[in-house]
């Protein structure tokens, strides 16, 4: 393999719409020093990619900008100084650039990010630090391991952010991709998880993956109690919070002492809160944002110790791209959208 020359295809959006999404033909990008060209082989959507296309995220983000921070591809060519991959290999970025490990700072929170306001993953070719990349897990194909550096590793350091242990009870949301991660690794890590969903099909797949109780939050919208009942009163020792809007249930599921990470907001980002159910029961509440390069690591070479696979839950060409966020919009999704290049 050697540089590709000539111009890639790529997605832009030059308004703050799904509609504004077309293909266009863009310069091949060049690696500089220290970086790697990736051929970009999938991309996978996350909610967040939903929230800056629609506006509400960064709204101060210049047009035209290329969507999407998830995705898997194959090195072929190498700028001066790479020694860490080799043309062939098969990576996967990280969404946050410069967060090896330990804290992130606000400037890389902010200012770092693949999808807005770095240029985006939605195109044919992408170059990046080499430093910035991971090996892609050699169980998963690239439509799967695109999905591990948002939703899976958010999974990933929530639970670990709570003290996951043998034995804990997790409470999980939903049937996103966050959720159903953080059910496979916490049944991997020996928990009883408690899932809530909205249909008996839904309810059938998290059974499947290893719920031992699902809640439907539609017959039972105060669900806190449910969950209380399901764990034999204790209730959740961590909570995988992803709708936003219903965090008065969540402290109503949550156990005395236990942990709420709160991931999501896409029931809604303002709810109001009752002080004196997080005092009482001491319980311990944080933002979750995404991880770190080493908690990437971790992550993927769990995912492949121990055969953890994704749930796809469709697959788009990249022409296709704004019919996968239209997909997406409409909630209606289990697992992971795929836009494959």
Not at 113 to 129: F, H, Q, W
Not at 213 to 227: C, D, L
Request: aromatic letters at 6%; proline letters at 6%; one cysteine or more.
């Amino acid at each position: 393999m050697s540089q590709p020359t000539g111009t890639m295809k790529a997605i832009e959006a030059s308004a703050f719409s799904i509609d504004s999404l077309s293909l266009v033909e863009r310069p091949v990008p060049f690696p500089r020093r220290g970086e790697v060209l990736i051929r970009v082989n999938a991309v996978t959507l996350n909610y967040r990619d939903l929230a800056v296309l629609g506006g509400t995220y960064m709204p101060s983000l210049p047009m035209p900008y290329v969507p999407c921070s998830d995705c898997c591809g194959t090195v072929v060519a190498l700028g001066e100084d790479v020694t860490l991959f080799k043309e062939g290999d098969r990576v996967v970025p990280c969404y946050i650039q410069g967060w090896r490990d330990g804290k992130v700072t606000q400037q890389q929170r902010t200012k770092q990010t693949l999808g807005g306001p770095l240029p985006g993953v939605l195109r044919e070719y992408i170059a990046v630090p080499a430093d910035e990349v991971i090996p892609a897990p050699a169980n998963l194909s690239d439509a799967e391991a695109a999905t591990l550096p948002i939703a899976a590793l958010t999974a990933w350091t929530c639970l670990e952010q709570g003290g996951l242990k043998s034995g804990d009870r997790v409470l999980v949301e939903g049937t996103g991709g966050v959720s159903l991660f953080a059910l496979q690794l916490a049944k991997t890590a020996g928990a009883e998880v408690v899932a809530l969903t909205s249909t008996a099909e839904k309810a059938a797949l998290l059974k499947e993956l290893g719920a031992d109780h699902v809640v439907n939050y539609r017959e039972t919208p105060e669900w806190g109690a449910a969950v209380k009942q399901a764990t034999g009163g204790h209730g959740a020792d961590i909570v995988v919070e992803t709708t936003g809007s219903t965090l008065d249930q969540s402290f109503a599921a949550v156990a005395f002492g236990g942990f709420i990470g709160v991931i999501g907001f896409v029931g809604g980002a303002e709810v109001p809160l009752n002080v004196l159910q997080l005092i009482g029961p001491a319980v311990r509440m944080q933002g979750i944002v995404v991880g770190s390069q080493a908690g990437l690591r971790d992550l993927a070479r769990a995912m492949e110790l121990h055969g953890i696979k994704p749930v796809i839950d469709s697959t788009f060409p990249l022409e296709k791209a704004a019919d996968a966020f239209r997909h997406m919009k409409q909630a209606g999704h289990i697992g992971k959208i795929v836009v494959s290049l």
